[in-house]
């Protein structure tokens, strides 16, 4: 079955990169996703990514794909304090599944 | 359109009551789906609508647990006899079947049990 896993927690300075990483184990997976969610705020969409690309930019946002690996990255350059959020990796096995499917979330910490 | 509104957003209830929850989803949306978050984890799915009709159902899915979109608009998801494990955030999204699959979701709403 599908399984997404992600680290736990992360903590950067502000200005600096972060790289939050997720695994999945479902090859068929093709729409993958990185929604984040504030406290107190429902999940939002960030950026997404179909399997036939290897990376996507978004202003600070750059997506890598690794798919022989089953291995997504979310890169966050120049962190601000406002990036503090829970960051999820979810997938689907094309756009219009009905389910997806999403890991435990990465807490983001980011210290002044 | 203001986006995904749920309603309730914190209910407290006792064992064995029975709880209604009500997603209002982003009108020109024709897909509508629950999902539910504990703490510490990410959300699970329940199960989803195109239009009024439920498509998919999560095994995990207890026969005390129904859902129903009878207009094609609004969503009802109703928990029989609750159960503290049943205590979660119950999340609802919406999109539309030609998309890339993102969700738009609410704010949730925070179940406890006692």
Redesign the interface.
Known sequence: GEDVEQSLFLSVREGDSSVINCTYTDSSSTYLYWYKQEPGAGLQLLTYIFSNMDMKQDQRLTVLLNKKDKHLSLRIADTQTGDSAIYFCAEKYRANAGKSTFGDGTTLTVKP | DTG?SQNPRHKITKRGQNVTFRCDPISEHN?L?W?RQTL??????LT?F?NEAQ??K?RLLSDRFSAERPKGSFSTLEIQRTEQGDSAMY?C?SSF????????????SRLTVL
């Not at chain 2, 510490?40 to 799915?45: I, M």
């Open positions: 995904v897909r789906y999902y510490g984890q990410g959300p699970e799915f989803y195109q498509l998919e999560s999340l999204a079947e030609d998309s890339t699959g993102e969700l738009f979701f609410g704010e949730g």
